[in-house]
């Protein structure tokens, strides 16, 4: 029996340079609260990260989707290899590095944690999704719960004894977690009995730890109707005893595993909590009905995991496509195709691959941009909390603002690039022989859970546009200004900064014409275009991003020889910028003129005239 293969790869030095050259991380590095850690600690750290996805989590990657996940007895098995792919995992440390210094964690700065989590989720998305949700889980706790719930649980959960979930998601109620049915009801000692089915649970069951803590969204008896009636509860698979051990079972049962596309590795439960009576769990914390707020910490978690998920899988599916298009000869150059005796040269050659690898190169590395700027963002703000608390408020206020953009640019991303990167591989990408037919189908997901694109894009125009009385969004857009302001006549790069401006005045008129439909009523309106509001916001961020990179780029350009590796290095960020701002930024100005439109078909159009079927 052969042993499993690892296929997957990332580019450090692309990381390297977002990291230290373009958003200035070492400026950071050295001061509280990140005064442990310095430049060579962060690259020796995500060096080994590198290594332990290529040679633990690479591997396993294909095992996971095509053996997937199992039930049998009512017990979930996992793919082989994951039950000792998780206890190297946290022997390594990886996943402690943003957790408490008092639960073992490393204080390390959020953007490093996030570029460990984009190798490992891209080496192998469905197994790193077991740590991350408990990863998720526990800071609930640790966030929300009462010093005795910290004590009992994170420990355990931080260290990867235990594992985490979250239930939301009934069977009639999917993205509508306001019509959750599940009842907690109050017993005599203070807990709550459980009842209820949950539906679509990641790691919801398995046979990596011995006990798994679901964090579950549960109506109270009185409790009003809607959202702000859901409290959060505390429901283990095994009841904890007084010493924090992990005893019966807790009438949590695993009724059934979904059969997916992709992400096979994971298992995604069917959970029946109360079957016969007899589900204990705890009010996470003293009040109920805080539940929805107490789960948008972790919705907000998970939500920029997406987009790391995203990254990791965009990013895999390019550097793979480029392989190929490297080693693979197909056909005579352009300028001897007449020539039967012309020579076959690699379809990097072919300029339809060039404008596919350019396209995924681009789109890859602008997503990488976004997210670590939102870490930085984080960080920054986490940085100067009690020393410069209007500061901090502004790295915040964008944190709040970009996440929307993260999780759904990411996601879509993804699927494009993954999709891209088939053609790239031509027939053969369709086969099980090369992983790019994986990505796409363990990618196609990231865009519906963790609250649909179509969520996001709400969220984004009806919440995050007008915080802070619209403060977030104009600073965002000043920020964007400012940038153009500075470079509109740079000697290589004008063109494509003016490409900028125009998107830039685009977006801003388009959220002054949203506000216009709120005022004046026509909300109905909104729904229509807030996907492609999202989307003209993403591609002026990635743009902009891109574009800044490039400046940096051209000016460390200069005295090098064209012969330093280097020199190429930042050759790709100027292309990958101009190319962006020639041949999407234009789009954003296209998108506004539609958006402007406000065109009402979808909303016009009779039921039965959809299809006489």
Not at 393 to 419: C, M, N
Request: proline fraction near 4%; aromatic fraction near 8%.
């Amino acid at each position: 029996m052969s042993l499993p293969q690892n296929r997957y790869k990332a580019d450090l030095r692309e990381i390297e340079f977002v990291l230290f050259e373009q958003f200035e991380l070492g400026k950071l590095l050295g001061h509280e609260p990140y005064q442990d850690w310095g430049k060579e600690e962060v690259a020796l750290t995500l060096s080994e990260v590198y290594r332990f996805a290529t040679e633990v989590t690479g591997p396993l990657n294909a095992v996971g989707d095509r053996e997937g996940c199992r039930i049998e007895g009512g017990q979930v098995l996992t793919p082989t290899g994951f039950k000792e792919a998780w206890k190297k995992t946290y022997e390594s440390g990886f996943k402690s590095l943003i957790v408490p210094p008092e639960f073992g964690g490393q204080s390390a700065p959020r953007v490093l944690s996030a570029i460990a989590t984009e190798l490992t989720s891209g080496s192998n998305t469905a197994f790193d999704m077991y740590p991350g949700l408990t990863i998720g889980a526990a800071d609930l706790i640790e966030a929300f719960g009462t010093p005795e719930q910290r004590e009992r649980y994170c420990h355990k959960m931080f260290s990867g004894e235990w594992a985490g979930t979250m239930c939301l998601t009934e069977p009639q109620a999917g993205s509508d977690v306001g019509s959750a049915t599940s009842f907690a009801k109050k017993n005599a000692d203070g807990t709550y009995t459980i009842s209820g089915t949950k539906i679509f649970i990641s790691g919801g069951d398995q046979d990596l730890t011995e006990n798994i803590i679901h964090m579950v969204l549960a109506r109270t008896e009185g409790a009003p109707k809607g959202t702000k009636g859901l409290s959060l509860f505390i429901v283990p698979k095994r009841r904890v005893g007084t010493d924090g051990s992990s005893g019966e079972l807790n009438d949590v049962k695993c009724l059934s595993v979904e059969h997916k596309m992709g992400i096979k590795g994971s298992s995604t439960a069917l959970l029946q909590f109360g079957d016969d009576g007899q589900c204990l769990g705890e009010l996470c914390g003293t009040a109920e009905q805080q539940g929805i707020k107490q789960m948008f910490k972790m919705m907000n978690y998970a939500r920029i995991g997406v987009g790391l998920q995203g990254l990791g899988i965009a990013s895999a599916a390019y550097l793979s496509a480029l392989e190929y298009a490297r080693e693979r000869k197909q056909g005579p150059s352009a300028t001897a195709w007449k020539d039967p005796d012309a020579p076959r040269v690699a379809i990097i050659e072919h300029a339809n691959v060039r404008r596919m690898l350019l396209w995924m190169k681009a789109h890859v590395e602008g997503v990488r941009a976004l997210i670590v700027k939102g870490a930085m963002h984080l960080d920054h703000a986490l940085a100067l909390a009690g020393k410069d608390d209007e500061a901090a408020l502004y790295h915040q206020g964008q944190v709040e603002l970009l996440t929307p953009l993260i999780k759904s640019y990411s996601s879509d991303t993804a699927f494009r690039v993954s999709e891209l990167a088939i053609q790239v591989h031509g027939g053969v990408g369709y086969t099980m022989d090369y992983p790019v037919e994986q990505h796409a189908r363990d990618a196609k997901i990231f865009s519906i859970y963790e609250g649909t694109n179509g969520i996001q894009a709400l969220d984004l125009v009806a919440r995050k546009l007008g915080q802070a009385g619209g403060m977030n969004t104009q600073r965002f857009l000043g920020d964007v200004s400012a940038f153009i302001e500075k470079n509109r006549n740079h000697a290589v790069l004008g063109p494509s900064i003016a490409n900028l401006a125009s998107a830039h005045e685009a977006v801003a008129g388009s959220v002054m014409q949203l506000l216009g439909w709120s005022q004046s009523g026509e909300l109905a309106r909104i729904p229509l275009v807030a996907n492609r509001f999202l989307t003209m916001m993403s591609e002026l961020t990635v743009g902009w991003l891109l574009l800044d990179a490039a400046v940096i780029a051209l000016d460390k350009q200069q005295g090098l020889a064209k012969s330093d590796r280097d020199w190429a290095f930042y050759e790709g960020k100027r292309h990958a910028a101009v190319f962006f701002a020639q041949q999407v930024l234009p789009g954003v100005v296209g998108s506004a003129k539609m958006l402007a439109a406000g065109d009402t078909s979808p909303l016009d159009i009779p039921d039965a005239a959809f299809a006489t079927v």
